[in-house]
């Protein structure tokens, strides 16, 4: 390894707290990883990480030299393609998680317009519904949709999803329009959990200056945005989810608005990156055009 590598692998096994997933993420073998961070201890004459058969951990100087490491490593990747024809090539390996309905229907349509742009770039894209850990899970960006949590990072707002209530005609057919919140006593929910098992609000609506829940039957819950969708247009209940997904639903007529009144509190939409002095400029391209793209989908905030 050099002197960069070790850089490297040490931050890594910093952010991991562990020698092996660092190790895997980096396509080293274990012992890799643990000798470059020995190199650096050697040549820095200060123990950099505490390890005991439980766990690996920042000692006070480590946390130090991971700062200043941290930076190094950012501004060496933008000097790295500082000197492309014409400043604009974007290299190395970019790593972005976003929800699969938002990358499924917004973004990989526009995805070729953007590697025709940077063609030496090397995209890895997550699509899920599970909530990832951008630090533990090597990721350069991760859009947000709702709440972003208690997470140590940046966080830039792009806007806001402004959410619907929906059914299929089919639904209505069946069951009858709502037109009141008391109207919902005779019908079914759709119930979205992040994850199998949690309980579920129910039908969320306007109240005073903010929001309260109505709990609501329901035969079906789902942990993904494309299952609620599906099951919503199978005409297996209502659904309150961002219109901009719906709308080639709404505008067909596969799907209809019910109790426009009544919209739950729309879902901002965040861009969440590492705490750095500088940002690698492939993340910043990255982050700008992925805005641009959402923008006429968001409200403004």
Not at 81 to 90: I, P
Not at 115 to 138: I, K, M, N, Q, Y
Not at 264 to 286: K, N, S
């Amino acid at each position: 390894m050099d002197r960069v590598q070790d850089l490297r692998a040490f931050v890594r096994v910093a952010e991991l707290a562990s020698f092996t997933v660092a190790a895997e993420q980096l396509g080293l073998p274990k012992a890799s990883a643990s000798t470059a961070v020995k190199r650096l201890e050697e040549e820095m004459g200060v123990l950099l990480l505490q390890r005991t058969t439980r766990r690996v951990a920042l000692t006070l100087e480590g946390r130090a030299f991971y700062e200043r490491t941290k930076d190094l490593l950012a501004d060496l990747d933008d000097m790295a393609s500082m000197f492309q024809v014409g400043g604009d090539a974007l290299t190395g390996r970019l790593r972005v998680d976003m929800p699969s309905s938002t990358a499924r229907k917004f973004v990989i349509p526009r995805l070729p317009e953007f590697l025709d742009a940077h063609p030496l770039l090397d995209l890895e894209l997550s699509a899920t519904d599970r909530r990832v850990d951008p630090v533990r899970e090597g990721f350069d960006c991760v859009l947000r949709v709702g709440d972003v949590g208690d997470v140590n990072l940046f966080a830039r707002r792009l806007g806001m999803f402004a959410i619907v209530n929906c059914a299929s005609p089919a639904y209505l057919a069946r069951h009858g329009t709502p037109r009141t919140l008391a109207d919902l006593a005779g019908h079914r929910l759709i119930h979205y959990v992040p994850g199998l098992g949690g309980g579920s609000p129910g039908f969320e609506y306007p109240q005073g200056d903010g929001y309260a829940s109505l709990p609501m039957d329901g035969a079906l819950t789902v942990n993904s945005a494309e299952s609620y969708e599906a099951a919503c247009l199978a005409g297996l209940g209502i659904v309150q989810t961002p219109e901009a997904d719906l709308r080639p639903h709404l505008e067909a007529g596969r799907l209809v608005t019910v109790l426009p009144d009544l919209r739950p509190e729309p879902m901002p939409v965040t861009l969440l990156y590492p705490q750095r002095r500088h940002l690698p400029r492939r993340t910043a391209v990255f982050m700008e055009w992925l805005a641009e793209v959402l923008r006429p989908s968001l409200a403004p905030l």
